[in-house]
């Protein structure tokens, strides 16, 4: 499939299928003194590590590839020091919660919101006096630094798609070969962006995009908006690569998945990818561009087919 610039939109728009109910799922998620990530089928969904407080849902769709059990995975971190008394560590009254929820995409104007799951941090109930009543709660990981939970759900979809399920593991990969030619992909996208090549990044992003809008039921008016609204940035004459190092390999998809991450603190990259742009919008406000690069290699191949599922 000859895929470019100008005809990716129409390409994805033929693959997108309608059904009469279209359930579409998200997350609504609540946080006190905690940082975190969640991961759906062990797929990133959602990062917030500058302790902002989400009013809008985070749709996850993209993350299931077919109806049955779904996995929700969550890593919390304590809040930054000033937003938690000083401490690096987690408070006793850390909260966070996390609802699940499903709604037919072809009905947003309609009252169809079901609430699907509801999670909520465990507590420990201490006894602080003679009486009954007399205990307080606080969060079973006070004191650490990290918590990792994960819950399921049952969802229905009317379509699958084959993301990661057909790739190697690559974790039974010698990691220093794996990670030369992993680098080596993100070398590839960085001369892509360079040299402004837009049917070649058009290629590399056309199964991600594809997948993506297939599970959300896209028609063609969104996906060219959203196309748009990605490939503007590399017209921007101040858009620059930032250097392309300090970073670690992370699996995901139970293995199957393979990505670069930056070793930094600093809540603005916190576990982003490793490659990322800047440039100034319309109102001079600097901009980053991560370029989120999730890679696999299908099932029975070799390293030389390692190529960007998400």
Same mark, same amino acid.
């Given at each position: 499939?000859?895929?470019?610039?100008?005809?990716?939109?129409?390409?994805?728009?033929?693959?997108?299928?309608?059904?009469?109910?279209?359930?579409?799922?998200?997350?609504?998620?609540?946080?006190?003194?905690?940082?975190?990530?969640?991961?759906?089928?062990?797929?990133?969904?959602?990062?917030?590590?500058?302790?902002?407080?989400?009013?809008?849902?985070?749709?996850?769709?993209?993350?299931?590839?077919?109806?049955?059990?779904?996995?929700?995975?969550?890593?919390?971190?304590?809040?930054?020091?000033?937003?938690?008394?000083?401490?690096?560590?987690?408070?006793?009254?850390?909260?966070?919660?996390?609802?699940?929820?499903?709604?037919?995409?072809?009905?947003?104007?309609?009252?169809? *919101?079901?609430?699907?799951?509801?999670?909520?941090?465990?507590?420990?109930?201490?006894?602080?006096?003679?009486?009954?009543? *007399?205990?307080?709660?606080?969060?079973?990981?006070?004191?650490?630094?990290?918590?990792?939970?994960?819950?399921?759900?049952?969802?229905?979809?009317?379509?699958?798609?084959?993301?990661?399920?057909?790739? *190697?593991?690559?974790?039974?990969?010698?990691?220093?070969?794996?990670?030369?030619?992993?680098?080596?992909?993100?070398?590839?996208?960085?001369?892509?962006?360079?040299?402004?090549?837009?049917?070649?990044?058009?290629?590399?992003?056309?199964?991600?995009?594809?997948?993506?809008?297939?599970?959300?039921?896209?028609?063609?008016?969104?996906?060219?908006?959203?196309?748009?609204?990605?490939?503007?940035?590399?017209?921007?004459?101040?858009?620059?690569?930032?250097?392309?190092?300090?970073?670690?390999?992370?699996?995901?998809?139970?293995?199957?998945?393979?990505?670069?991450?930056?070793?930094?603190?600093?809540?603005?990259?916190?576990?982003?990818?490793?490659?990322?742009?800047?440039?100034?919008?319309?109102?001079?406000?600097?901009?980053?561009?991560?370029?989120?690069?999730?890679?696999?290699?299908?099932?029975?191949?070799?390293?030389?087919?390692?190529?960007?599922?998400?």
């Amino acid at each position: 499939m000859d895929i470019t610039a100008n005809n990716i939109v129409s390409k994805i728009t033929e693959q997108v299928k309608h059904y009469p109910k279209e359930p579409i799922y998200y997350l609504y998620v609540a946080n006190s003194l905690c940082v975190y990530e969640i991961l759906v089928n062990d797929f990133p969904v959602h990062q917030n590590y500058k302790y902002v407080q989400m009013a809008t849902p985070i749709y996850i769709n993209s993350a299931i590839l077919k109806s049955g059990r779904q996995k929700i995975t969550y890593r919390i971190y304590p809040a930054p020091k000033e937003f938690n008394g000083g401490s690096d560590v987690f408070d006793s009254d850390t909260q966070f919660d996390v609802g699940v929820y499903q709604q037919d995409f072809k009905r947003p104007d309609v009252d169809t *919101e079901v609430l699907v799951k509801k999670e909520k941090l465990p507590i420990n109930e201490i006894q602080v006096g003679d009486k009954e009543f *007399e205990k307080v709660k606080e969060f079973v990981a006070k004191g650490q630094k990290y918590y990792e939970h994960s819950f399921y759900f049952d969802a229905e979809v009317p379509c699958e798609i084959e993301g990661w399920n057909n790739g *190697e593991d690559l974790t039974k990969i010698d990691p220093i070969l794996l990670k030369e030619w992993v680098v080596k992909f993100y070398n590839l996208r960085k001369k892509t962006v360079e040299n402004k090549d837009k049917d070649a990044l058009a290629r590399q992003v056309f199964q991600a995009l594809k997948e993506q809008f297939i599970a959300e039921y896209q028609d063609k008016t969104y996906i060219k908006e959203a196309w748009d609204e990605f490939i503007v940035a590399y017209d921007n004459p101040t858009y620059k690569l930032e250097p392309f190092e300090n970073y670690k390999m992370e699996f995901f998809g139970d293995g199957k998945l393979v990505c670069l991450r930056q070793i930094s603190t600093d809540p603005r990259y916190k576990e982003k990818s490793a490659l990322f742009g800047k440039y100034k919008d319309g109102d001079g406000n600097t901009r980053a561009d991560f370029h989120n690069l999730y890679l696999y290699i299908p099932k029975g191949e070799g390293l030389e087919y390692i190529q960007m599922m998400r």
